[in-house]
């Protein structure tokens, strides 16, 4: 009962043991980490945001196209308007923030399933993004020219690129990591976004656990009647919470943008889906109340490594979504049983 | 049924109401659940609130305490008048209430609920967080003193049996009584000693000038606590009465509606 | 004068966006009223009843994409029972006729996958992979068959989602854990080709990277030089021409006498540089 | 407490058990709710089941209808050794309970709570339906009989009091009891009127031939239909008595655990 | 609370009273109304088989690969088995609602939520559709024939083409309804899903209200831990709701395979989205425990009339996804304003 994370944290071994046996040796080189871990960071993310939602009790099906509009926004700050990133972004998160706010005044005030709500933003959202980038960009669906245009600026490392790369290099030419012929690592540094990643899960666990916060979020979607009848403002929770998504849907976008360049009207397609994946192979209960951000950051782990784990084996990739499915299945049954062993019997 | 009660300490206090509900009304779609109810609570007063199964008294009590907002009818505040929109005003006021249901997670811990809504905190600024450790010794200790020892403060209260989730609550409303505390049978599920120190933790709180309301279906814990009796009958008042003024069967009369009980007489001593 | 195009890609596919700039600007030319309707995923059923929906409002004109003539042919046949002029689009060539159509516009998506091959394989590739990013889009499938076959040597299909990310990772995994890959495919030049150049220059071998269709990022590509050509069928015509000559027949009955070829036609190093600002627009 | 009680009559049954349950236990992970527990239940008696909270009374009567398996332990049903695979097994056997938390459906009607899982059909073959029409008429006429004049019977059991909605699980139990029947602290919410009918209904059904293992912390209540009387501690029995065999005030200690209550002594006349 | 359907019938006559004032005239025809109800009527089998399962407390992600699935089986049967279709059908069913009663037997025996389970094998039955389709067709992804195949069975008529074909010709000569000009009736009779899609309903409600098996599935999904104490058999209720959804799934994929005589790998692609939008449209909580059939009935007539309807009119394609979002939006607050009112505060 107490650990939702521990079956993801077992799931993610068991996944771990499975590539280790059948997957190319280049997938656990430090290269081959990174490249499967940067995708993972990316829905991670996402999938912290979305868990801590799905513990309030709620959904937010529009954050996929939440990363592409708000991946638009930042990229007309910056390349039409020519903004700044110290102002574009705090501007794309502020006004992501807005739009998860109005998910959550919908959601409380009507009384609807989340579900429901998000997901007429989640149509809305990327109509809006398509409109938009012919509108910037007159007439095409790809938003270009965002690598020349953040060039230079100070904040640019913060969302973009690898961090610590004098490190890496510099433990390339002592040997200690793998080098191309040209002297350069094969690992140039750690990918933000990874970071980030890092970051945003353990402020997140230390919300859940250690703060008053936290506390409302599980009993908001433990029962929100009865948290509600105890004192917990569960509105300001739940408004609250639609806004942090929807800012951690934001936040992808900038990085993605930044790192791709531009952004075009595909982004964030289906990582909604994805995100709730991960959350709940992490041990969140599609009826709130329960979960873990650990949870959701191992979740994320686990499916970033079999999406990309995949490609590694020898396996005919027709058969690609099959092991996908099976693979799931079998990490959350998994999961599940060390669960129920570890903690009794619920 | 003797007078010489322990709890019994002569006449209501005449001060000034705390509350005081006037003509309230509630209706849900075209179900009328309150017809015009007036109440009062007086500091250091234990206002017993009775009446026949589905005539009111939980609706009543959630108007009082900010759930349900009255279709009708006045609510006074230390002598304003006021609205709550929400429990959480209503517990800022300095109303405590346990609800029938008691609004407990079953999936949180018993601390978590305990403290649910009103976390202490240690440390400040941005470095703010829930102590924990002083939540949980608090949790501990005031069960203990209803006469539940918890095998951990971290037990989910969905584990826990019917009693002991009741005492939760009690304990939690008890700790954050603050002028008026509401407890809507709150003896229910309780066992003899449990219930005993609940009626114990009754009178001493109303001796700290606390305002009680304590709804109950038992004749003999109502007249063992209470100061005054409001007896409510299909959604109306059917009157008040001091304590000394009505004897236990006639009390028992007025809870039953007036109507006839199965054979029981004997067997029960005039009060079930 | 009123002409609905019905086309399998949706309005957001960076394809599908220039046919309907194509289709818009063919509009403005000929002061047509033109509407531009696709299903929201690939999906024949759903097509074949927006093309009845279409019929039902009696244009002067329909044009149609094919993927599918064996589910989208009862509802031509329908349109050309109503007597309403049908041209075909992009995919179809080969039933185009055969279903009423009066005349088709476009390329065949096998033959482009084929003359993609061949390129690639010319230029020395032996061992290649096919970035799909919508399995079991049938015309995306085609293109994939067509390079498998011209190509020659060993290729098989890389299946990845539309996140650049993901296309990124994958494609690097698949070089890492085959070292013999030399050649990429790509079959969209934003979705899957951007991310494919990129993944290709993180690892530093030396590979051969070819998109079907373009797009401003990779044309700059083909420019530095990071990639080796764009197959580009130039689709802003299958829109532009398709709604011409239907505006034009419902006005003088004029239509030319045979289907027309709107691609492939290689973009490499040469002519990209003068292309990508047109791409950025969404004209090519 | 007089023994004149029109509810007793004379000793319990010699008959054989109905059913027969020796040394259960029931661990839930590494908390052991049941610890080797030992009872029976004869036709027509009431057989109470008392203790303190939390001492295992609810975890022991959910082995018996089917809910737990026990970790430990023998079940005997009508002399065959049995294990019950569901509640449903349980039911069919001819056991009918009344769970602590009543096992009630909020959003669905008290009609199709009342006949959920055994509903009354008409027509035969591929035109079997529910007979909405009999089980409403039912449904009205046994909560009549329980003392809550429904408002209808289409009304969603979330929407009626906790008493009212006790009063239809102990009516449906009452309805499909056949063998034995269980009710785990029915009478917690219930008003004065509906509990004397519920107690005068467990006589009734007694009579009738039915087992009856009754909950409950009320010792009043306990006493007034009681035959025999065993009391759990912390998993444990402490031991059976028969009528007439123990005091109001030992069986009240007993339910205490043996702990000293609050200072209630003179107010409640020993029992709570 | 006891008409779950009467907001979407609200909604439904709203979302009419919209496109009367927007959409092209045609809409409203014999023709055009045949030709909004055809995609609804396949929708909405779906959407009831979901919205049973739902009130059931369960979701099933898997019908949309289902779809494919049962499409590509059926297409093998008679394709390339050549089986006549009083064989090929009967085994179809059989084949989907074994996969169902699979999905449904994890779901119970493993206690994991179903949206995770049956999400698993989205993934798997859309993988295994394209391997089996390869295989099928020796490397295509498109199986085609089905039409040539099914041709001239005497079974036919009830899975494919139009009903009353000779009612509607004899209406079209004595021109009560309109025909082309070659004289042929504009709308050849009443497109047989449609049929399927009435009968379906009917009988869904009919076992919702009336019949014991119904209070099951309510009391399953409403609490199916009070149910199962009570004594509904909830294990035996949900596996057979598994059972017929995936059943559904299965009859609208030999519905669309033999109306479009082929089928591909990515048929049925997000329909379990749209299944459960119609449902939820429809009035069913996504806790479980609440709906109805006749409330999906309309939900998928909602849904089948804003995304034909919206070609109809002058909108932009590019706008679309906006403006089915903001409809979806409308349609539900609005169904549930109605809904509200007329049942009364919750
Ligand atoms: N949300 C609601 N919707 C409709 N009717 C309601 C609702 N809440 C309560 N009622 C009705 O109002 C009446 C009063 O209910 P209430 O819960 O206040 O009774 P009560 O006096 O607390 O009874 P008990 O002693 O059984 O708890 C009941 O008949 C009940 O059916
Ligand atoms: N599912 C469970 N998991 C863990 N512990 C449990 C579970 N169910 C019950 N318990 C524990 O077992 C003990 C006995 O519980 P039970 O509900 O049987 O008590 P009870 O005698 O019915 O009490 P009450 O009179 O308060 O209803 C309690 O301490 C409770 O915490
Ligand atoms: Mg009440
Ligand atoms: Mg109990």
Redesign the interface.
Same mark, same amino acid.
């Given at each position: 009962?107490?650990r939702p994370e521990l079956g993801a944290i077992a799931g993610a071994v068991l996944v771990t043991l499975f590539f280790l046996a059948t997957?190319?040796s280049?997938?656990f080189t430090l290269?081959?980490v990174m490249?499967?871990m940067?995708?993972a960071a990316?829905l991670g993310i996402l999938a912290i945001g979305a868990a801590m939602l799905m513990i309030g009790g709620e959904f937010d099906l529009s954050i996929g196209s939440m990363v592409a509009f708000a991946g638009l926004f930042f990229g007309v700050c910056s390349v039409t308007w020519g903004l700044p990133l110290i102002i574009a972004i705090p501007m794309t998160l502020v006004f992501a923030g807005m739009v998860g706010a109005i998910n959550g005044v919908?959601v409380i005030r009507?009384?609807?399933?989340s579900?429901?709500?998000t997901?007429?933003?989640?149509?809305?959202?990327?109509?809006?993004?398509?409109?938009g980038l012919?509108l910037a960009?007159? $007439? #095409?669906?790809?938003l *270009?020219g965002v690598r020349d245009a953040v060039e230079g600026d100070w904040l640019a490392p913060f969302f973009s690129g690898d961090a610590f790369q004098g490190l890496f290099a510099s433990l390339a030419s002592s040997g200690l990591i793998d080098s191309?012929k040209?002297g350069s690592p094969?690992v140039p540094g750690i990918p933000v976004e990874i970071l980030w990643f890092l970051v945003i899960a353990a402020l997140a666990t230390?919300v859940l656990l250690?703060?008053?916060a936290?506390?409302?979020i599980?009993?908001a979607g433990?029962?929100s009647?009865?948290?509600?009848?105890?004192?917990?403002?569960v509105a300001r929770v739940k408004i609250s919470l639609f806004v942090l998504t929807a800012c951690c849907a934001a936040l992808v976008a900038i990085i993605?943008v930044m790192?791709? $360049? #531009?952004t075009?009207? *595909?982004?964030?397609?289906?990582?909604e889906f994805e995100a709730?994946?991960a959350a709940?192979?992490g041990g969140c209960?599609?009826?709130g109340?329960?979960g873990s951000a650990i949870g959701a950051f191992f979740g994320a782990i686990i499916f970033g490594m079999v999406?990309?784990?995949l490609?590694?084996?020898n396996f005919?990739?027709?058969?690609?979504?099959?092991?996908?499915?099976?693979m799931?299945?079998i990490a959350?049954?998994f999961n599940?049983a060390i669960r129920k062993r570890v903690?009794?019997?619920? | 049924m003797s007078n010489d009660s322990t709890f019994h300490h002569g006449d209501a206090p005449k001060t000034a109401p705390i509350i005081q509900m006037n003509g309230i009304e509630k209706h849900f779609g075209n179900i009328i659940a309150l017809a015009g109810v007036s109440f009062d609570v007086r500091p250091g007063e234990c206002h017993c609130l009775l009446g026949d199964n589905g005539a009111g008294k939980s609706t009543f009590i959630k108007t009082m305490s900010g759930v349900h907002k009255p279709t009708k009818g006045t609510i006074t505040f230390e002598g304003k008048p006021l609205s709550f929109d929400s429990p959480r005003d209503a517990m800022e006021a300095g109303i405590a209430t346990v609800f029938q249901d008691l609004a407990m997670i079953p999936l949180m811990s018993v601390t978590r609920n305990f403290f649910m809504g009103r976390e202490p905190t240690r440390g400040r600024g941005l470095l703010k967080r829930f102590d924990t450790q002083r939540a949980n010794e608090i949790t501990i200790e005031e069960m203990r003193k209803m006469g539940i020892n918890l095998r951990g403060p971290d037990q989910a209260v969905g584990t826990l049996s019917g009693g002991e989730r009741q005492t939760v609550a009690i304990a939690r409303a008890v700790f954050f009584g603050a002028k008026v505390l509401i407890l809507d049978e709150p003896t229910s599920a309780l066992g003899v000693r449990q219930t005993s120190n609940v009626l114990a933790t009754i009178d001493r709180v109303r001796k700290q000038g606390i305002g009680v309301v304590f709804i109950s279906h038992n004749v003999r814990h109502a007249l063992a606590v209470g100061d005054r009796f409001t007896v409510l009958n299909r959604g109306k008042t059917l009157g008040t009465a001091k304590r000394g003024e009505i004897t236990p069967s006639e009390l028992q009369d007025l809870m039953a509606g007036g109507q006839e009980l199965a054979q029981l007489g004997g067997s029960l001593g005039g009060t079930v | 004068t009123d002409i609905i195009v019905v086309a399998h890609g949706q309005a957001n596919d960076p394809f599908w966006s220039v046919v309907k700039n194509g289709v818009e600007k063919a509009a403005e030319h000929t002061g047509a009223n033109v509407d531009y309707r696709s299903p929201e995923t690939f999906d024949m059923v759903a097509m074949s009843q927006l093309i009845d929906a279409a019929v039902n409002q009696e244009p002067d004109g329909l044009v149609v994409s094919i993927p599918d003539a064996d589910a989208l042919g009862p509802s031509i046949e329908r349109a050309v029972a109503a007597g309403i002029p049908v041209i075909s689009i992009n995919s179809g060539s080969d039933v185009s006729k055969q279903l009423g159509a009066l005349l088709h516009v476009g390329q065949d998506e096998f033959d482009a996958g084929k003359a993609a091959g061949e390129k690639l394989a010319s230029m020395g590739g032996t061992k290649g992979i096919c970035v799909n990013q919508e399995v079991g889009n049938v015309s995306l499938d085609l293109r994939c068959e067509g390079f498998a076959e011209g190509f020659g040597g060993s290729s098989s299909v890389l299946p990845t989602s539309n996140d650049p990310a993901e296309v990124e990772s994958k494609v690097r995994a698949a070089l890492d854990a085959d070292e013999e890959i030399d050649t990429v495919m790509a079959l969209g030049a934003s979705t899957a080709g951007e991310p494919s150049v990129a993944a290709v220059k993180a690892i530093g071998r030396d590979i051969h990277v070819g998109t079907f269709d373009m797009s401003a990022g990779f044309l700059q590509s083909i420019v530095d030089g990071d990639a080796a050509f764009a197959l580009d069928q130039q689709q802003f015509l299958q829109g532009y021409l398709a709604v011409n000559f239907l505006a034009l027949h419902a006005e003088y009955g004029l239509m030319p006498g045979g289907n027309v070829a709107s691609g492939p036609n290689l973009i490499t190093a040469e002519k990209a540089a003068q292309v990508v600002e047109l791409s950025a627009q969404g004209i090519r």
């Open positions: 009962m107490k997957a190319d280049s997938m290269a081959g490249n499967f940067t995708p990316q919908i009507s009384g609807l399933p579900f429901i709500v997901l007429a933003f989640l149509f809305i959202l990327r109509g809006l993004s398509l409109v012919k960009t007159g $007439g #095409s669906t790809q *270009r191309f040209n094969k230390y250690r703060t008053p936290g506390n409302w599980f009993a433990g029962d009647n009865a948290a509600s009848n105890s004192g917990v403002p993605t790192d791709a $360049g #531009s075009d009207a *595909r982004r964030g397609f289906q990582k709730i994946i709940v192979i209960l599609l009826t109340g329960y999406v990309i784990g490609t590694y084996t005919d990739q027709d058969w690609f979504q099959v092991f996908l499915g099976g799931l299945l959350v049954l599940n903690t009794g019997e619920r | - | -």
